[in-house]
């Protein structure tokens, strides 16, 4: 691998993100800029008023979903290079959401590679994480603590379709708050659709139907708002963000059970907060081993590590020989322990 | 285990009363009775005794799991309970071995005490292979010590009583008095065959809510026994075969308070008394922070025997001549407890009937309690003299009618994250006043807010910590609560030189910034 000490970062933070300085682009900037290359299509990561967007193109859908109609946004297959002023561009999957990429640029024989969010865990609503080799690793870090580890997520579709046949039996549906985009519809996959029907709320609704046109199979839904006042939705299972469990919407349900199902729910804590009935420990982030599988994949020898708590993670690094340190960008979740944060950040 | 671990993680996921109750009564039908009695006490909350230091079981967890003190630390941090953190930790592989809950408790975790401490690491580590997960949560809080399963005693004794066809509350009676788990005790306990409190057993206490309308509302102010509301502890006093003293709590006293046990073997056999148990000051009462010194120590020495005297104000007597009382009315068991305290041969300057407190009418009573604090009591008691004592918890004839607080303005200077439902949460704060120009903190407090305004305190904390301190974070001092307590003495706890008793937070002052906060000066005023 290449000395690099001389010369300055290929990709550094400034006021508007991260910033490629050879290339001249930003990557998921947070304040207006002339270029800018998405990740994925969560508010934290595509902000509006940029003057151009690359994206994944299986991601083109809900990025041109979440963008004012004259955004300027253009599709970028997995694998295919771009080059933009000198500077090899190409994108790979992320493993996060539908057309989540990981960003590896490469200047001059310098591979670095800017993760966005992303997991190890099998989706069927999207293409695997692809191992990159990189001299530097730009990773997140959400739950960088090793007391974050996911269950299978075979084991999580069937403690979902429990949770759901005891509330059918008891004749009430059963509401899961989640994620309105990628969570909800990676449930949708996880879950048996022949317990019974399957009900949306309207965000959740609006980005599934994004995620049909976009290709990806899903067992049939119903919209919540297309269906009368005193629709029955006994034996139901009802997808929803997890802010609208407890609001006004939700009280046409009454005193159906409600969980959430998030990396946060692992902690008794976190659970308790949010007062739902059960926590689903279904995270779209990659868990504490997923995180040092995959930075150990890219060989890096430095790690930059982002949004989380990543104090703890850099230590181990460290121990490992790694060059590891903290970014501070302003990608969602202050703070690893924010339950809120990942829970109520997609609207 | 199994079944014990399935029990206690399904009260645990639900937060609704009516599932609590249905899977507890489930257990409770068909659970061998070694097991139940085991569960039964420990879901009205008692507690194994250390089977392991907590250092050693974090040691055997680092080891288990691989990884440094610095990185267990953080995952306790964000975590926020040590069973939970040290559960989430362990490898995967750990598969249940079948044994009962009383086999595991009796033969596992009890044998864990008399081991030296890297029997005891190796020990832990062998014990958490015979537990999956889940299981191992379950396991690690019998051997860090309390469950705390959000299940009331109340709740436990319902599902038991579903399950018995017995009533709560002569389950309640049955429990009191130090109950110990075992097959016999359990086969006692579930008797169908009727029974009443004895030997050291006490009566379920009665208990008095919070007033919260004029007195008027109440009646005539003559059906009413005024009484002072005394802040010490409410404790039963019983002299049958010998004498014991139980506070509401159901923990026994016998130990820590000699002078008053000696004092109650001068009573009759067949007495039980209700009252609270306080320190003379002169003819008066001390303080509540004299009461903590002699709760403070297990057995108190012939010193502080001698300058911290208990005295026992009886304001009831539940068991007369070895009869019970509770159904009779509340002004003829005062009469036979004053005639029974007076009597000559009793002489018992250590058990005294409390005061009565005289009003004709309610604005006079009102003038009483404004009294109440230069007797060192709260406030006053209103008791129906027609009430019974009872057994079950009826509501109505006994009202607690306490003085406003105090309350000052102070200043959020310091912010830990809690435990439980707050684990990950800055939710216990530091309160401070001015003086000479600085803040200085006087209290604790982490009870008052709503879980919305907590998160928004949170989110403060984390914006605007200034330094960290372990867990404990200095925060700009730009939040003002308004800070309620009970009393307030000397002290050097805080660096304010003064400490309250129960402050919690009344409101958050949004409309005042950290300038406009009180002074030391003010809280000193109220020392009086």
Redesign the interface.
Known sequence: MNARTHTPPLIRLDAQGLYCTAGDFWIDPWRPVPRAVVTHAHADHLRQGHGQYTVARPGLGLARARLPDDASVTGLDYGEALQINGVRVSLHPAGHVLGSAQVRVEHRGEVWVVSGDYKLAADATCAPFEPLRCHTFISECTFGLPVYRWPEPSVIGARINTLWREAAAEGVPLLVGAYALGKAQRILSLIDPTIGPIGLHGAVDALTTVYRESGVTLPATLPVAGQARGHDWAGALIIAPPSALNGTWARRFGAAPRVVASGWMTVRGARRRRGVDAGVVLSDHADWDGLLTAIDATGAQQVLLTHGHTAPLVRVLQQRGIDAGTLRTEFAGEDGSDAEAEADASP | MKRFAALYLAL?????SSRKLAALADYFADAEPADAAWALWLLCGERLRHPVPTRVLKLAAMRV?G?DE??FA??YE????LA??IA??LPDGGADDGLSLAAWIEQRIQALRGLDPDAQVQALAALWRCVDRGDAFVLNKLLTGGLRVGVSRGLALRGLAQATGLAAEVLAARLAGGWRPGVEAWQTLVSPAPSRPTGAQPYPFRLAHPLEQPPEALGAAGDWLLDWKWDGIRGQLLRRESAHLWSRGDESLDAGFPDLIDAALALPPGTVLDGEVLVADGDGVAPFSALQRRLGRKTPGKALLASHPAIFLAFDLLEHGGDDWRERPLWQRREALEALLAAPDGGLARIRPTPTVSAADWDAAVDQRQAARQLRAEGLMLKRRESVYGSGRPRGDWWKWKLDPYTVDAVLVYAQ?????????FSDYTFAVWHDGQLLPFAKAYSGLT?AEM?EVD?FV??NTLETFGPVRSVRPELVFEVGFEGIVESNRHKAGLAVRFPRMLRWRQDKSAADADTLDALRCLLG
């Open positions: 645990d996921a639900s937060n609704r799991s990884i610095v990185l953080d995952c964000a975590v926020g309970d939970e953190t989430l930790l994250a809690g435990h439980g439902r707050r684990a990950g949460l879980d998160r989110r984390r914006r």
